[in-house]
Each structure stands twice: as C-alpha cells, then as structure tokens.
C-alpha cells in the first residue's frame, strides 16, 4: 500500500514538475489512459503524445493532492484542485486569451507490478469551460 501512495505522489509531483519523462517512469509500458469525455488510449507513447498537446495548451499545477489506496495496492485514487491557465485554444473548445481557471478533479488508478497500468480523469467540462468564457 505505502508502496502505491508513493508511485501516485511521484506521478503528480513529475506533473507539477512538468517533468515528462518522471512522469512516464511511473507507468506499465500497455498503460491505459481513459481522457476525460474522450477515447481510452493505450502505452506510453499515446501518453507522451497527450502531455505534449496538454503542455501545448495548459500550464497547470495541482494542489491540495489526497491519495486513497486499497488495502492490497492494485487501487488507488486521488483528489486535487487543479490551478490552471488556458494558453492556446484546444480543438473544439473556447477560445484562449490566457484565461485561469480553478477546478476539482480526480483521479484513478490501477497498478500493475509497481507501475500504474490504467489512468482515470474526471473533472466537470461544463464548469471548466464556464470558467475560461
């Protein structure tokens, strides 16, 4: 268990750190990322794709990061604020003029041999657009 809270808390401290490749070492090579209200893409290449394009648009820091692990490790999930701003427009969504932004989201996670195999994101599109408008 403490082993998982580790591996999430460097997860999200190399996303704080925007430190692509830290943040890749923490995932199985057939990691499975489902995208908030888009596809589930699987390994670690899709992933360092998605980052790139978040990177390009987003410059985001997460705070307030509370992690819950299940008893044997092979869950985890995590709840944080995310503090961002909107730098270039995304396809399909408003306009960027360098917009801030302050959302709750989550996070879930399963683990497979010490590396997160699957990755979850939620956060409330309708609230974030509403934020950036």
Known sequence: MNSTIALIQKYYQSFNQQNVESMLQCLHPQVEHEINEGAIEIG??????????????????????????????????????????????????PTARGQHYKIPALGYF???????????????????IEAVQ
């Open 44 to 93: 670690i290449q899709h992933f360092r794709q998605f980052l790139h394009r978040m990177n390009t648009h987003y410059k985001e820091n997460l705070t307030e990061i509370k992690v819950m692990v299940s008893e044997d490790g092979q869950f985890a999930s995590a709840r944080f604020i995310v503090n961002g701003t909107y730098l270039q427009t995304d396809a399909g969504l």
């Open 110 to 128: 399963e683990i497979q041999q010490g590396q997160i195999k699957k990755i979850s994101n939620f956060y409330n599109l309708k609230k974030w």
